[in-house]
Structure formats: C-alpha cells, structure tokens
Nanobody, 122 residues
Framework: VQLQASGGGLVQPGGSLTLSCVVS????????IGWFRETPGNEREAVSC????????SYATSVKGRFTISIDTAKKTVYLQMNALESEDTARYYC????????????????WGQGTQVTVSS
C-alpha cells in the first residue's frame, strides 16, 4: 500500500479533526502529497497539498484559514488539521501522490489512498 489515510469520523459543526496519510518511501519521493475530497455525484476536488522536500503548501479557497497541512518527514506522514468544520466539508477525503508538484488535479495523481470519511453534522 503506497498511501494509507485515517482519522475521519463524525464531528459537530465548528469542531476539529486531524487526518493522517502514511506514505511509502517510494511514493514519498513523488515530491508532493495532496489531499482531495469527494461527495456523491461530484468530482474529486483538491483540498490541500504539500511538497515533501520544500514544504511548500497550497490550499483550496474554501478551506484556507481553517485547514492546515503539515508533514513529518521522519514518519513519512502527511497531516491535515481541519478546524471550524462546516457541513459542506462532509466528504470522503483521499490523500494522493502528486506528479512531482502540487497539480491540484485528480486526473494527474499517480496513486491514491483508500480514503477516510468525514461527516460534519449536529
């Protein structure tokens, strides 16, 4: 398994969750790991991305200021700290191996994790 996501769950609006993505060494060398999310009937959309060597970060406009992406290089783990969660954040979240940079495009990903469900509801 190249990427393994975990940490999803049920949370109330305004709450927080932290997702984790453990990455194989080979996949870690792809130089960028992205988080995407998908809801039924919709295309998978980019949420955030981080460079594994330069630590450069990017965020979708809808999550900027609320989500924080980080990386533990020694553990080869990428985290997505999600604060001030809204019902619109409900989705299945996937981590993915970007094609060498933060493309933000689901079609360009080299590999996907299995996803973890995040449900924001009271």
């Amino acid at each position: 398994v190249q990427l393994q996501a975990s940490g999803g769950g049920l949370v109330q609006p305004g709450g927080s969750l932290t997702l984790s993505c453990v990455v194989s060494e080979f996949t870690f060398n792809s130089k960028a790991i992205g988080w995407f999310r998908e809801t039924p009937g919709n295309e998978r959309e980019a949420v955030s991305c981080i460079g594994t060597t330069d630590g450069e970060k990017s965020y979708a406009t809808s999550v900027k200021g609320r989500f924080t992406i980080s990386i533990d290089t020694a553990k080869k783990t990428v985290y997505l700290q999600m604060n001030a969660l809204e019902s619109e954040d409900t989705a299945r979240y996937y981590c993915a191996a970007e094609p060498g940079w933060c493309s933000g495009k689901a079609s360009m990903q080299r590999a996907w994790g299995q996803g973890t469900q995040v449900t924001v509801s009271s």
